[in-house]
């Protein structure tokens, strides 16, 4: 499969003119497609920023490029669901397990600290858990994951196995994560949604998997998160690196799981 030639296929959306310009964001997307997927890839993108929940855009990039390197091929984190009754209880449970995942409880009350004032940002900040401060230096930008995907026949048929919906947006938080927790300097992830409409989110690492928690927000909140807890980053500018540039698919085996 991997022997065939991919593309890196991506898009960004924004209302009052293009976010480098202050705009506000509205939405984004990475796929990985084949030369003769490109034009759905194309329109499942455009769809998906046309009709957000966020507003309407107008401003919209597409852009796709050949991909160069080879591909990494990771297996999707285990999911877990945890239902809460409030947006307080929601925020204890991801607050328990960041803990557990080793985030200092110090660095999570500083971070967020952080949350509200960078609730903003259309990418993620990189947390230090030692410091207990921000390194990256992309400001209102953030840091932009790309070039990864999971294979739709693959995704669906895990879904299956798992009984979970075969949310869209799920899949990409799942890819997301994956690729973020595969680093070795990565703690956890703290992730919740821009979307008004949206308000689950996860706890992501590699000891724990995907942590949902179906109440981390109040409907009609725009405000997100993502959050990066990292740990040991000696080489803060190839962390940065592997989580643009890196492609990635994650990818399900299920024999592997049969017998586990
Ligand atoms: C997003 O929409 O930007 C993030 C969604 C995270 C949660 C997805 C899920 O597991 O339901
Ligand atoms: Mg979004």
């Not at 597409?62 to 929601?90: D, H, W």
């Not at 928690?213 to 997100?224: N, S, V």
Request: include cysteine.
């Amino acid at each position: 499969m991997l022997e065939e030639k991919y593309y890196s296929v991506r898009m960004r959306a924004s209302q009052n003119g293009p976010h480098e310009q202050g705009g506000k964001h509205i939405s984004g997307g990475e796929q990985i497609s084949t030369y003769t997927d490109l034009k759905s890839m194309v329109n499942v993108l455009l769809e998906k920023a046309l009709s957000h929940s966020r507003g309407n855009p107008d401003f919209m990039q597409i852009q796709f490029e050949k991909i160069e390197e080879p591909i990494k091929v990771l297996k999707p984190l285990p999911v877990r669901t945890y239902e809460a009754s409030s947006v307080e209880e929601g925020q204890s449970a991801a607050r328990k397990l960041l803990e557990q995942a080793g985030v200092p409880t110090e660095s999570i009350d500083k971070a967020y600290e952080l949350i509200t004032e960078f609730s903003e940002l259309r990418g993620a900040i990189l947390f230090d858990i030692r410091s207990g401060l921000r390194i990256d230096d992309r400001n209102e930008k953030g840091i932009r994951v790309s070039r990864m995907d999971w294979l739709t026949a693959n995704f669906e048929k895990w879904a299956e196995h798992y009984q979970l919906t075969r949310s869209q947006r799920m899949r990409e938080a799942l890819v997301l994560a994956a690729k973020v927790c595969a680093h070795p300097a990565t703690v956890a992830e703290l992730c919740w949604s821009d979307d008004p409409e949206y308000i689950t989110g996860y706890v992501a690492s590699k000891r724990l998997g995907y942590q949902r928690i179906t109440k981390l927000k109040e409907y009609g909140d725009e405000r997100g998160c993502r959050i990066f807890f990292v740990d040991g980053l000696s080489d803060l500018a190839s962390y940065i690196e592997y989580l643009e540039k890196q492609p990635i698919f994650v990818q399900w085996e299920e024999k592997a799981c049969h017998t586990s």
